[in-house]
C-alpha cells in the first residue's frame, strides 16, 4: 500500500495513496491517532496517552490503549506480515510514536508552505496562499476542541491560519487587485475583530478603489472594535495609515514588485521578541530616511535619551520598562546577574508602593528568566518576591488576570525551590494548568520552568524532568523563545546524563553552547564546562576530569552564581575520589580552611574518617539531615550510603538506600549535570 496521508485541518482522517479514507472505528482510535501527530512524531507514554484519553481511567486503560493502537497499525498498514515491527506506528521506550513523513501531515505541509510564500512574489504567494487555505476542512483537530492535549496545537494552527488569510489579502494588493481583497477581510473581520493587521489592510484596499471616506470609517470602527473590546487603542500602524490616508500621502499607492513578506518564518529561524507591551512599531512608509545608519551603541544612547525626555520622572511606564533592562541583565551573568537581583527587589517594592495590584503582578512577572540551578543565589530576595507575588495573588480580583496569576504562580514556583512543604508544587501545578488554557507559548514556558523547579520531591524523576525539557526544546524553538530554548537543552543535559545517556547529552551540550554562541549568552559555558568535567569522570578518567573540574571552577569565579558556587569544586573532587577508589585530598582534612558550603554535612563523614576519627565520623553521619529537594539530591544520598557502608552503620545505609531506589538505573549525582559517583547500582548492593 502506498504511504498514507494524515488530515487534521478539521475532522482527523486517514487516506491511502490511492485517495480512499480509511476506517479509524472508534472517536478513541482517533483520539490516539490525534495525540501521535501532535507530538509530532516524538514518543507520547501510555501513561500519557492513558491520561489524555480518559478524566477518569477505568481499570484496564493500558489494555485498552494497546487495543487501539493494534487496531490502527491494521489499518494503517494492512499488508505488514504477523509479527513483524511496524514502520508507521512504531513503539519505542515506553510508549508509541507516529514515524511519518513532513509532507504527509496536512497541518505539517501547511506550516511549511505559508513559510514558503514568505518573500514570494506576490503572484506565485498568491498561488500558494490559496492552496493551502483550501486544505482546510473546519478548525483543526474538529472533534477535539475540549482536550487540553489538543488545544495548544488548534490555538496555533488557528493562528496560522488567520495570518495566511491576510497575507492573501496582502498578495491581493501588491496585484492591484483590492476588489477582491475587500470580501474575504470583511468576512475575516467578522469573526475575528481584533486583528489589527486585518483592520489596516481593508482600508488600504478601499483607499485603492478611491473611497477615501469608507477607509477612514473602517478605522473609526477599528479603534471602536479595540478599545470597547479590548480597552486598547490602534497601534502606530493603523494610526499612521490613518494620517496617510488624511494627507493622501503618495506611499499608499501601489508599489510595483511587491512581495508578501507577512508569512510565518520557517520553523528552524530563532526570531526575537518584541518588548511586551509594544505594538507594531513599523515606521510610517513615506518617513525619511536618517542621513547615516546609527551604530549599536548610538541607538542606545538615542533611544535611552529619546525616552528620559518623553516619559515622565517616577511614571509607572518608567518602572515597567525597568523591569525589561533588568531581565536582560540577568542573562549576561558576572555584576550583570548580581545586579539583576538588586534591582530587581527595589522594583518590586516600587511597585508595591502604588497599590496597584496590576501593576505589581506585572512588574513581578515580567522577570521571567530562565533558571536551571535549584538553589537561590540570595534566598533573602527570593523570599521577598515570593511574598509580594503572594500578596499581589490575594489582592487580585477573583476570576480575572488569568496571565498574570499565572506569572505569579510561576515566579512562586521557581523562587521556592528546593523549599518544603506544598507551597512550591501547587503554585507549579496551577501555573502550568493555566498556561496550557491559556495557549500563550512564553507563559507556557515560565510555567515549565517552575514545574522543573519543583520535580526534585524524590530521587529517580530524571525521566521526568527529561519530558519537561523535551517540551521545552519545541516549543521556545518554534517559536523564537530563544533563552528557553537554551533551558530546555541544559534540563535534558541533566536528565540523559543523570540515565547514564551520555551520547544524549552531549548534543544537548553542544545545542546549547551554539545557542549561548549565537545570542551571547555567557553563562551557558558555566553548565556545559561542568558537564563535561563530568563526562570525563563517567568515562573513567579521573586525571583529566579533576584538570577539567579545576577549569570549570575557575569559570565560575565571578559568574554571579554563588548558590552554584559555594562548595562545589571541593564536593565535585569528593565524589571524584571516591568514584574511582583515589587517595583523600590532603586539603579536605577536617581541620583545614576547605569552604564546603551547604555541602559540608555530607561531605564530613568521609573528611572525619580520613583523619582516623571514625567515631565522631559515625555521629556526623547520624546527624545528616534529609537531603535538599534539588538537583544534588541522588549525590547527597549516595554519598551517605558510601560513608554507612565505610562505617558499617546498618541502618543509616538502609536508610539512604530506600531515597536511593527509585533511581536505580541512574549514574549517581550526574542528573545535576556537574559531577557524578557513579552507578546508583553500587549503593544499594553490599558487594561495593
Known sequence: MDRVAFGVLGPTVAVAGDGRELGLKGPRHRAVLARLIVARRRVVPVARLVEDLWADPPPGAVGAVQTFVAALRRVLEPERPPRAPARLLVTDGPGYALRTEPDTVDAWRFETALATAAGLPAAEALSTLEETLGWWRGPAYAEFADEDWARGERARLAELRLQAVERRAEAHLALGRPADAVPDLDAHLTDHPW????????????????????????????????????????????????????????????????????????????????????????????????????????????????????????????????????????????????????????????????????????????????????????????????????????????GTHDAARCRLLATVAVETRGARGPRGPGAAREAEALARRLDDPALLAFALNGTFMQSFTRAGLAPRRDTIGAELVELAARHGLVTYEVLGHLIRLQARGALGDLSAADLHAAAADRLAERHELPLVGVFTDWYRALRLSATGQPDRAEAAYRAAAARLDGAGMPGLEHGLLPLALLCLRLTHDLPPDPVTAPDSRTDWGPHRPWAEPFTLLAAGRRAQARTALRALPEPPRDLLYEACCALEAEAARRLDDRASLARARDRLRPAAAELAGAGSGLLTLGPVERYLTDSA
Open 195 to 398: 486583528r489589527e493587521d486585518a483592520w489596516r489592510l481593508l482600508a488600504l484596499a478601499l483607499y485603492r478603489q478611491h473611497r477615501q471616506g469608507d477607509a477612514l470609517a473602517v478605522l473609526r470602527r477599528a479603534r471602536e472594535v479595540l478599545v470597547g473590546q479590548l480597552g486598547v487603542d490602534p497601534g502606530p500602524r493603523l494610526r499612521h495609515l490613518e494620517s496617510d490616508i488624511l494627507t493622501q500621502a503618495p506611499a499608499l499607492d501601489l508599489r510595483p514588485g511587491a512581495t508578501v513578506t507577512g508569512a510565518a518564518p520557517p520553523r528552524d529561524v530563532a526570531q526575537p521578541h518584541p518588548p511586551r507591551g509594544a505594538g507594531n512599531c513599523a515606521p510610517s512608509p513615506h518617513a525619511p530616511a536618517p542621513d547615516t545608519q546609527p551604530t549599536t551603541a548610538d541607538l542606545w544612547t538615542q533611544a535611552a535619551k529619546a525616552y528620559d525626555r518623553t516619559v515622565a520622572g517616577g511614571a509607572r511606564a518608567r518602572l515597567e520598562s525597568t523591569v525589561g533592562l533588568i531581565r536582560s541583565l540577568a542573562v549576561t551573568g558576572g555584576d550583570g546577574l548580581a545586579e539583576a537581583r538588586r534591582h530587581r527587589s527595589a522594583a518590586v517594592t516600587a511597585a508595591e508602593e502604588f497599590a496597584d495590584p496590576e501593576l505589581t503582578a506585572r512588574v513581578i512577572g515580567a522577570y521571567d528568566v530562565p533558571a536551571i540551578w535549584t538553589r537561590a543565589d540570595d534566598p533573602a530576595a527570593a523570599g521577598l518576591v515570593v511574598a509580594a507575588a503572594e500578596r499581589t495573588l490575594a489582592a487580585l480580583p477573583a
